[in-house]
């Protein structure tokens, strides 16, 4: 959903209009600064996942040291699985709201209001 609301008379874009968007700069600059936020981040994540595994596996030992009353380094570290996940996700949120969805809605509503069609028709 968007905090904008649809054009009262919504053209619906076809399959070439999509290409042609794909093509333009604005949408290769809105991929890219996505790809360039979510994808190191998305790295980051599972490297961190795979370590938290691969300690439990190859060694239990270290899960096991306590650190204080009944808390073990393993609870900690499989507790920092889901602090990390949700601040991943606040991240991804707040770039996306102050890097993404503005840029989003210009494309969108140039598409849904048929000046991609129209630009397409001009041969632009």
């Known amino acids: ?11 619906t874009p076809t399959a070439e209009e999509y290409r042609y968007v794909q093509g333009t700069e604005e949408f290769q600059h809105l991929r890219s ?8 981040l998305t790295v980051a994540g599972l490297v961190w996942y ?3 595994i691969l300690v439990a596996i190859f ?34 949120i707040s770039f996306g709201n102050k890097n993404l969805t503005e840029k ?3 494309i969108r509503e140039a598409m849904e209001t048929g000046q991609i069609a129209q630009k397409m028709k001009e041969g632009k």
């Open 1 to 11: 959903m968007s905090a904008h609301p649809a054009p009262a008379s919504r053209h």
């Open 33 to 40: 600064t996505f790809r360039g936020f979510a994808i190191p």
């Open 50 to 52: 795979l370590a938290y």
């Open 59 to 92: 060694a239990p030992d270290i899960m096991t040291i306590e650190l204080f009353r009944n808390v073990n380094l393993g609870f900690l570290l499989g507790f920092l699985q889901f602090v990390t996940t949700f601040a991943i996700t606040a991240w991804y």
């Open 104 to 106: 989003q809605t210009v």
